[in-house]
């Protein structure tokens, strides 16, 4: 069976997911980025999960091309892992191996922090020194001009 024709329906008989009409839409919708608001337990990560797989398995979609991101380190985990094991289901189908190595699966957080240390923003490549990443009280107390202090 090639990617071409292994279908949602398929994959999702084979892990016993069967989705409302709303998150249905959601997983085919491939028309650009998605925004899902939703209450806890709506099924929120699945319907993530299942997009991922539809466009990187029916639309050959570079899983490098993909951004997925959360609030909670956990959350990012269970995506991570929940793709691994749907991207295998798909994978025994199409015969293809599917790569995540290079998509970003993480908090909003952790991609902050990312584009904060590359270097490539960085005139020449190179920094003086190292970003700060501070909490709320050492923003607070944080003084970034000290020479208009006076001893």
């Not at 319907?47 to 993909?66: A, F, G, K, M, Q």
Request: proline content about 5%.
């Amino acid at each position: 069976m090639t990617s071409e024709t292994v279908s949602l329906n398929t994959l999702w008989d084979e892990v016993d997911f069967t989705p409302n009409d709303a998150q249905a839409e959601a997983i085919r919708h491939v028309g650009g980025p998605l925004y899902l608001t939703a209450g806890p337990g709506s099924g929120k990560t699945r319907v993530v999960l299942w997009r991922t797989v539809n466009l990187i398995v029916r639309h050959e979609v570079n899983p490098d091309e993909i951004f997925l991101s959360t609030f909670t380190e956990k959350a990012a985990q269970q995506l991570r892992e929940g793709l691994r094991v749907l991207l295998n289901v798909a994978s025994g189908h199409t015969g293809k191996p599917y790569d995540i190595g290079e998509m970003y699966i993480g908090t909003i957080h952790s991609l902050c922090q990312q584009l904060l240390s590359d270097r490539r923003f960085a005139p020449n490549r190179a920094r003086d020194k190292a970003p700060r990443l501070l909490d709320d009280l050492g923003q607070y107390f944080y003084l970034y001009q000290k020479r208009n202090w006076t001893d």
